[in-house]
């Protein structure tokens, strides 16, 4: 009977210690550089907080047993670009630090080899260099500032990466290019390709500083924006016309083909 009582105990000791065990996760890429990890001390007093380590599945052989160590990536023979999913279990009542988590997140490192425009409106653009997937902001400059027209998802792999988006022209000269923001919000740009349209300039019913009181009516096809008296975007697509028949009496903010004009709506 004590024997079956000590075995009770044992169990209920063991399933306490599985319960009071944690996990601190972490993933993102390799980019050739390791990651530093404060661990404190057992909330028991004996021994440390973390008690495993493990990467991509296998358990690290790193001395985790020390205020701080460092999980050396080298060893696993990881390709610059390649997933890396970390674990590390420890205590509860504890809680470990990672000192530099952004050394696993992707960065912006394209280079552009090449950015062409054709007249069929297909932007392609080739990259090497690429360490981990990031966004591509697909820009045109029109209105007087960069407009963000499109985006594409990154490869983010080293090798030759082609991309395409479609784009609109306006009338006249058009500038295209492509950019990154990575974890440090600083923006990474391409080259800056031109194309000039033949085609004539947009126009629009009523017209510059007239009043209507249901559409906008453009001459041809054309990406559009209108903001209200205070800035407001109200709308923005790309096509022949505009119902801006619920819209309030005032002034508005209209850019279309490569002008920016008003409107009165009655």
């Known amino acids: 009977m004590r024997k079956f009582i000590f075995v009770i105990i044992l169990f209920i000791c063991n399933l306490q210690i599985?319960?009071?065990?944690?996990?601190l996760k972490i993933s993102g890429i390799y980019q050739g550089e390791?990651?530093?990890v404060m661990n404190p001390f057992?909330?028991?007093?004996?021994?440390?907080c973390i008690f495993e380590v493990t990467i991509n599945g296998q358990i690290s052989t790193d001395e985790i047993a020390s205020n701080a160590f460092?999980?050396?990536?080298?060893?696993?023979?990881f390709s610059l670009g390649q997933p890396v999913d970390i674990v590390i279990k420890h205590h509860e009542g504890c809680t470990p630090q990672i000192l530099n988590p952004e050394v696993l997140k992707p960065k912006s490192t394209f280079n552009t080899e090449s950015i062409q425009v054709s007249k069929d409106g297909v932007l392609t653009w080739i990259t090497t260099g690429e360490i981990g997937s990031l966004i591509f902001a697909v820009e045109q400059f029109k209105w007087n500032k960069w407009?963000?027209?499109a985006s594409v998802d990154g490869k983010g792999t080293p090798g030759i990466n082609n991309y395409t988006a479609k784009v609109h022209f306006t009338s006249g000269i058009n500038k295209f290019r492509v950019k990154q923001i990575d974890y440090t919000?600083?923006?990474r740009y391409s080259d800056v390709v031109t194309y000039k349209n033949?085609?004539?300039?947009?126009?629009?019913?009523?017209?510059?500083?007239m009043k209507t009181s249901k559409l906008i009516e453009f001459s041809a096809n054309t990406d559009y924006e209108i903001y209200d008296y205070y800035g407001q975007l109200k709308t923005k697509g790309y096509g022949k016309q505009v119902d801006v028949s619920t819209y309030s009496t005032g002034t508005y903010f209209l850019n279309y083909d490569n002008k920016t004009e008003t409107f009165?709506?009655?």
């Open 147 to 149: 407009v963000i027209i």
């Open 185 to 187: 919000k600083k923006a």
């Open 34 to 36: 390791n990651l530093y």
């Open 198 to 209: 033949l085609a004539p300039p947009v126009t629009f019913k009523p017209g510059n500083g």
């Open 42 to 48: 057992s909330p028991t007093g004996a021994g440390f």
């Open 264 to 266: 009165e709506k009655k």
């Open 70 to 77: 460092e999980i050396d990536l080298s060893v696993y023979g």
């Open 18 to 23: 599985i319960l009071a065990e944690s996990e």
